[in-house]
């Protein structure tokens, strides 16, 4: 079992930056996928990026440029550095910890973007 934490979330201006932090604990194995996605009310959760355990990182087109997943392996924790901050961005971001057979979810962490 993987435990998954965020934290991080909060209020920011437009323009202003956030970083959000996913810790993973528990039984982890030494190859795993961390994810970073977001979700408003009445919308699907989205993928905003992915990271793996050799530090690959991918972005979604419209994101890359604002945000940045940096992995501490150090302490299991994955960053999400979030620059340029638009209202649009405003949603509950979620870590995922995906392994071989399992898909592990956090609990969220709210991003509120708003003057």
């Known amino acids: 079992q993987v435990q998954v934490v965020e934290s991080g979330g909060g209020l920011a201006q437009p323009g202003g930056s956030l970083r959000l932090s996913c810790a993973a604990s528990?039984?982890?194995?030494?190859?795993?996928?961390t994810g970073w996605y977001r979700q408003v009310p009445g919308k699907d959760r989205e993928l905003v990026t992915t990271i793996t355990t050799k530090h690959q990182a991918s972005y979604t087109d419209t994101l890359t440029g604002r945000f940045t997943i940096a992995r501490d392996s150090t302490n299991n924790t994955v960053y999400l550095f979030m620059n340029n901050l638009k209202p649009e961005d405003t949603a509950v971001y979620y870590c995922?910890?995906?392994?071989?057979?399992?898909?592990?979810w956090g609990p969220g962490t709210q991003v509120t973007v708003s003057s």
């Open positions: 528990g039984n982890i194995p030494r190859d795993f996928l």
């Open positions: 995922n910890v995906r392994t071989e057979t399992q898909s592990y």
